[in-house]
């Protein structure tokens, strides 16, 4: 079973979302009525790893800001940037995953208030009239599509953004679960983009994820129906051989897909705020990862060092306009 238990907040559990969302869990999860998420999130640290035996589910409300500026070179230059919080914590677990230290809980926790969230995300778009183009981001806090198929949020998200033209909306996952995409008629503002490593890293550092297969299948899959698709390779980690990985990843995708198709390629190299790394240490000590050439910069940063972090990424851009991808659509992400 997916989830120990359920837990929901007492005011909302009437609502027909939080009806519809408790009708697609198993019925022997256990269900357990709470006054707020805020109480019961986090409030006692649960080890990261607990997600293994015991991670529940929380149905709550959201209060105050649900629409945020995303950080500085999140996405294409040019374009405000912005997140949405729908939802808190993920089911996969990546080694190098930034949410190990964020919260004080794995627990998930989705938030049904869409209303909110809709009026947001418009309110955003309005402050942006003179703009040609505004970008939102999902799955900030978690995985875009891994459990779409219980929050039934692409739905939503089709709605929303079928009426805001100028806006573009980003669907970042590792998940294979796209059956609710595959239903759903494309829309040329709503960007499915996969997070995407050479298959041997992926097997090393992304667990329970989609495998490396599965991910070039889907992104075939969705090309094919006519959904617009992005690539975030990122984490780039480094091994002596990093580069014939990358273009055997090239191969393997151009052989799929029609690579000029692609919306864009963010490249980024991993990186770990202090917090990430000690958590890093705690949950995975034998991980690859403690091999790395890390330096800790004057934020406390675990990183390459700058000139070899730049020539990562150069590499694998020169790779990416050696399959003639215009430049135009590849960029560094969170790299200043
Ligand atoms: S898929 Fe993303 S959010 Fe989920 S564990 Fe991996 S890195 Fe974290």
Known sequence: MLFSSVLVEKNIADEKLVKDILSRLPDSTEKIEIESFEKVFGAVKKPYLQKRENLNLILAHKKGKLVKQAPDAYGLEGSPHYYFVHAYNCIYECEYCYLQGYF??????????????????????????????????????????????????????????????????????????????????????????????????????????????????????????????????????????????????????????????????SLGVVRFSKDVYAQLEKNYPTSNLHQQNFTTGFDQKKRYSRPLRLWMLNQVKNICLSYDIDPQKVYLCMEE
């Open 104 to 265: 004080n809980s794995p627990d998930i926790v989705i938030f049904t208030n869409r209303d909110e969230i809709q009026n947001q995300i418009i309110e955003t778009y309005n402050n942006h009239k003179n703009e040609n183009e505004i970008w939102f981001h999902a799955g900030e806090f978690s995985d875009s599509l891994a459990l779409s198929h219980i929050t039934q949020e692409c739905e939503f998200y089709w709605q929303v953004f079928s009426k805001l033209p100028k806006a573009k909306l980003e669907l970042r996952t590792k998940s294979a679960n796209i059956k609710a995409l595959k239903k759903l008629k494309p829309q040329s503002n709503v960007i499915v983009s996969y997070s995407l490593s050479p298959e041997f890293q992926l097997k090393s550092y992304d667990r329970k994820t989609a495998t490396y297969k599965q991910r070039i299948k889907c992104i075939k899959e969705l090309s094919d129906l006519g959904h617009p698709v992005g690539l975030h390779l990122d984490p780039i980690i480094y091994t002596p051989d990093f580069k014939q990985h990358y273009e055997q990843l090239f191969e393997d995708l151009k052989v799929n897909i029609n690579l000029q198709k692609l919306c864009y390629i």
